[in-house]
């Protein structure tokens, strides 16, 4: 059977990190056995789903490199769902509660004040007809799914056997009051009829999945392989959800975090293979193993993205940067030579720019006062560009003869001189670059 995977968000807010993690899983795993991938946007809340979400999931999803074979989204799905309450009802598996938020609420204090677990009493299971008439006329009826009291088992991909009873789970909402279809229900129809054999999502969903598998069965559907990974905290342990705003994939695009830096991380991070910078996510789907994922929570720090970031930049050729290095107008002649030097010292694509800057205009020197003297004369000693290869060499050669200095206290004035900055490429490989005289 071909592979069919999903990542399914809800249009209701810009992806993070969290929301990777699934993303990607999903994606590897249908890439790696030529399988298809759908993105389905879970859009049934006409409230809280937006079109710049749709449009910002999508802009990320591309920008990372998680492309999609198809879109399914749910609101053009509403028929489907109806006909499945339909079947669900006519099998005697749906039924209609009327209880407001508040009479809910209450019976669970009640539950846990006695020490039981708040689940549903089906209670609206002996309403006679006419108590329901009277309660429609009064406001609008939900539906549960009736669960069979068994235990509900599955062999997750990540958790191993897991088996729930079902007694211990509340006959799950499917239809709201108001009509509006919930996701419980609006997902099984979708994974049943689009033939999705695969589903990974956080932890979040065990409880989910066990009175999802009753509903498929129920719909005559088949189960797929369901696996949850865990979720993510910050680096010390604490809980990462208050913070995903800040970790979102446009804020860290914003900070300059490369594609390939984050997907490599999220590929392993929290399962027992090393985190290793890919090359491609041809790679990373090659080498993708749920099976090394573990159920611990798994830390994140964002900090690791930057070495990452830094070390993708540094083994990048130029056919990879040609256009973005000819856009800040580096002349072809040059590109590859700029290339070359400047590759080993941004930490970020956006600091390719300052050192573009900095071999065109010249940088503002830094001169330590008891250097002011020896960085005049030296600078005196300066030719006007061009500059080549032997330029460093020979400047730094007379200045010495001519004032004594050598080693570091030679070097190092210069190099603050020249650049503005303490590190940074090798002079001699420097110094052909600059559009100007120094100093
Ligand atoms: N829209 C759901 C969510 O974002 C999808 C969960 C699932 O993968 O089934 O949590």
Request: hydrophobic fraction near 40%; proline fraction near 5%; glycine fraction near 8%.
């Amino acid at each position: 059977m071909t592979t069919v995977t999903r990542f399914a968000p809800s249009p209701t807010g810009y992806l993070h990190v969290g929301n990777l993690r699934t993303a990607l899983f999903n994606f590897l795993i249908a890439r790696k056995r030529g399988g298809t991938f759908i993105l389905r946007l879970d859009d049934t809340d006409p409230e809280r789903s937006k079109e710049e979400y749709v449009d910002a999931i999508k802009y990320d999803l591309e920008w990372l490199g998680l492309t999609w074979d198809r879109v399914e989204r749910q609101s053009e799905r509403l028929d489907r769902y109806a006909e499945a309450a339909d079947r669900l009802r006519a099998a005697g598996r749906f039924y209609e509660c009327f209880e407001t938020p508040t009479e809910l609420d209450l019976k669970r204090k009640k539950q846990l004040n006695m020490g039981r677990p708040p689940v549903y009493d089906r209670a609206a299971l002996s309403l006679s007809d006419a108590e329901k008439d009277a309660l429609r006329a009064e406001r609008s009826g939900h539906w549960r799914f009736l669960l069979n009291h068994d235990r509900i088992a599955w062999e997750d991909g990540i958790l191993g056997a897991v088996s729930i009873d079902a007694a211990s789970v509340s006959d799950p909402v499917l239809i709201r009051g108001d009509g509006q279809v919930l996701y419980t229900l609006a997902s099984v129809v979708d994974d049943t009829e689009m033939g999705v054999t695969d589903v990974v999502r956080g932890s979040d969903h065990v409880t989910n999945t066990a009175t999802q598998i009753q509903i498929i069965e129920a719909l005559g559907g088949h189960v797929p392989r369901f696996a949850h990974h865990s979720l993510l905290t910050g680096p010390q342990g604490e809980a990462l959800s208050k913070r995903l705003g800040t970790l979102s994939l446009r804020d860290l695009r914003a900070r300059g975090v490369e594609p390939l830096a984050l997907l490599s991380l999220m590929a392993r991070l929290g399962s027992s293979q090393p985190v290793e910078l890919a090359e491609s996510i041809d790679e990373l789907a090659e080498g993708f193993d749920l099976a090394q994922f573990g159920a611990a929570p798994t830390k994140f720090d964002e900090n690791d993205l930057f070495p990452l970031t830094a070390r993708h930049l540094h083994g990048l050729p130029l056919e990879a940067v040609r256009a973005e290095i000819a856009a800040l107008g580096v002349p072809d002649e040059i590109a590859g030579r700029f290339w070359s030097v400047v590759r080993e010292n941004i930490g970020t694509r956006g600091e390719i720019a300052e050192w573009w800057a900095l071999c065109r205009d010249g940088a503002t020197p830094v001169v330590d006062d008891e250097d002011r003297a020896f960085v005049d004369e030296a600078l005196a000693m300066l030719g006007e560009p061009p500059y080549d290869a032997d330029t460093w060499g020979a400047w730094t050669g007379a200045v010495k003869d001519k004032t004594g200095r050598k080693g570091k206290a030679l070097f190092m004035p210069l190099r603050k001189a020249v650049t503005g900055r303490a590190r940074g490429p090798e002079m001699a490989d420097l110094m052909p670059l600059l559009q100007k005289k120094p100093g």
